[in-house]
């Protein structure tokens, strides 16, 4: 068994993942995702997947694309804005979602990966998270097909005072993918800034991770103080380059930025 995980294409890389499996997808928003990943998973024709990630990007790019082609039969995320088809596919009982508070979503992977089963936390305590009855599925009369069940709720002392504290359980998937900015041939990786994000995470909650990297180095090479990701939970490569394209959802600047960038007269 070889210790070089790089393999030649995200086509390869891909290709054994199959129609209902459990993913676990880095990214947040649209910066950080594995889109060269997510493009061969759609060229594949896999459908009935159950995808765990912050967001499903927007309606072209990101996760997008993948439920714009209905190849997504369950979201597990936090945030749903940004994506109309989201909204209409959930609110026409196309597609399941389990809501799931952002802090929460990324606790469940990173005790998924670490071999935790569940821990407790007080966020949505007191609320349908805790308590259950938050649509998962809708009919297409706009019923509730499917709710979230109840959690289990348990009181323990901090700092002398009685809280009550909600039971979450972990999240493991089959696959996962991600992106990172750099990697040596083991699979360890290095992220870029806020690219970092949720896909470490994610990355250690699938049971194979797959990891899209701009730039593949020799072992060795990376400073292991800098190393994000241990190449433990890598188990494959692909080198997909520097100039893929990155998009952002949204460009805002300033009235006086905005003015500052503009043409003179006859320039």
């Not at 459908?47 to 993948?66: A, E, F, P, Q, T």
């Not at 899209?212 to 103080?225: A, K, M, N, R, T």
């Amino acid at each position: 068994m070889t210790l070089d995980k790089v393999v030649g294409s995200a086509r390869e890389a891909v290709s054994d993942i199959p129609a209902g499996a459990s993913l676990a997808v880095g990214g947040f928003g649209l910066c950080g995702i594995p889109m060269v990943l997510i493009q061969a998973l759609l060229e594949a024709g896999v459908d009935d997947l159950k995808v765990v990630s912050n967001n499903c990007g927007v309606d072209d790019w990101g996760l997008g694309v993948l439920l714009a082609q209905r190849r997504i039969s369950k979201m597990t995320s936090s945030y749903v804005g940004e994506n109309k088809e989201f909204e209409r596919q959930y609110l026409s009982g196309e597609l399941e979602l389990e809501l799931t508070p952002q802090g929460t979503l990324a606790e469940k992977l990173r005790a998924g990966g670490s071999g935790i089963a569940a821990f407790f936390t007080q966020t949505g305590v007191g609320t349908q998270v805790a308590e259950g009855g938050l649509p998962r599925r809708y009919n297409a009369d706009g019923s509730i097909a499917v709710a979230s069940p109840a959690k289990p709720v348990q009181t323990f002392d901090v700092a002398g005072e009685p809280h009550e504290f909600v039971l979450e359980e972990a999240i493991t998937t089959d696959f996962s993918l991600v992106h990172a900015l750099r990697g040596d041939r083991f699979g360890n990786l290095v992220f870029e800034k806020s690219a970092r994000n949720f896909s470490p995470l994610a990355a250690m909650a699938g049971r194979v991770c797959i990891a899209q990297v701009e730039e593949v180095v020799e072992p060795g090479d990376l400073d292991p103080d800098a190393v994000h990701l241990p190449g433990i939970y890598v188990d494959r490569v692909v080198v997909v380059g520097t100039d893929i394209e990155k998009r952002i959802e949204r460009r805002t600047v300033s009235p006086e930025k905005a003015a500052s960038r503009e043409m003179p007269e006859g320039a």
